[in-house]
Structures are given as C-alpha cells and as structure tokens.
C-alpha cells in the first residue's frame, strides 16, 4: 500500500514538473519576444516585448550568478502587455561591481518565468576585447567585451622562440571561436581594430 501511494505521489510531482516546464518553455514566442540583454561598461540592459493579447500583473526582474539561486533586482509595477497590441520595456541593472557570468531572467507573475539569459560582464582590467582561455590547447575564444566596437579586427599571434606565426581576419561582434593548433609555447598576440584601437598580451600554448 505504501509503495502504491508512493508511486501515485511520484506521478503526481513528475506531472507538476512537466506542466511546468511546458508552461516555461512557452513564454518564448507565445507571450514574450526580442527579450535581450546587452552591457555597456558595467551596466547591463535588458529588453523585450510582451506581445499583443497578453496582460500580466506587473514584472518582477531576476539575477543569478550561477543559473540556480535568483533574486529580484527590480520590478515595473501595474498591468504590463496590452489586449491589442505589442508593448516594449526595458530595465537598467545600475548594480555596482558587477563581474563575470550572470544570468537574468523575468518573472510575469500571472504568466510565469522566461528562461534565462546569461551574459558576461569584464573586469575593468580586460579592457574591451578578451582572448581566452589562456593557456590554451587547440582552440581560443575572442570575445567582445563593448559593443559599441563591433568591427573587423586582425588578429596576429607570433611565437617569441620559433618565430612561427597565425594571422588572420576577423569580423567581431561577440564572441568567436578559433581552431589553431600551435607548437606549445610562449606566444605574444596583438588583436587591432579597424576603429583604431588594440590589445595585446601573452598566450601560453600546451
């Protein structure tokens, strides 16, 4: 009898759980879209659009930094959407010292969670482009870290013993990766941009 009950209540919470994730995979498209999140110099953005016949009791704004465990950052209160047309908002994050990965997410109250988006935010000290991870093996990731130097860039990579040496073209407008196989080493890496700007630095390869 135990195990019966048991296995009603198993059935009971798997049920609850897909419902929910049915009903949060939903909001994409159904009730939410152009839901984006964009940083400039530390402050982080985010945008998106309620679309036309859905109306929820105000919004409630999430951050997480480790996808799990969120918080309220902020909130927009009163009715939010429109029963005949589409309504665009947005939130300003203006939290001090935010670094690294963080994820955010909304909360329509009536109409559920969106799923998260995660977005990077560098150190002062990263200045606007990264090149990661150093070391680095086989492949390397250059990431943006300012928007608004979104152009081509050269990337030129030269070893410091062997002279051998990686250079190539790039359009740069977030993050892209690169297949490379170099010699393990020391290698010094400049990344210039057509707007004139460029960082350079040392690469560990192994």
Known sequence: ????IKFIKTGIKLIIFIF?????????????????????RGTV???????????????????????????????????????????????????????GKHYYRLNLRSLGLTESIS????????????????PAHDAIWLRLNEESYRDSVTLAIYSIHSGESFKMRLYLANEIRITMHPKPGIYFYTVKSDLGISSSGMLIAY
């Not at 929820?56 to 465990?69: L, M």
Request: with cysteine; hydrophobic share 30%.
């Open 1 to 4: 009898m135990r195990s019966k």
């Open 119 to 134: 977005i990077y935010i560098p150190s002062k000290s990263e200045g606007w482009v990264t090149l990661y991870p150093n």
């Open 45 to 99: 953005i985010l945008s998106w659009t309620i679309t036309t016949g859905n109306v929820c009791d105000g919004v409630e704004i999430e951050r997480s930094s480790d996808s799990i465990h969120f918080s309220i950052i902020g909130s927009i209160p009163g009715v939010c959407g429109s029963p005949s047309e589409p309504r665009n908002y947005t939130y300003t994050d203006t939290a001090k010292n935010l670094r």
């Open 20 to 40: 929910i994730q049915i009903r949060y995979i939903g909001l994409f498209g159904q009730y939410v879209e152009n839901y984006r999140v964009s940083q400039h």
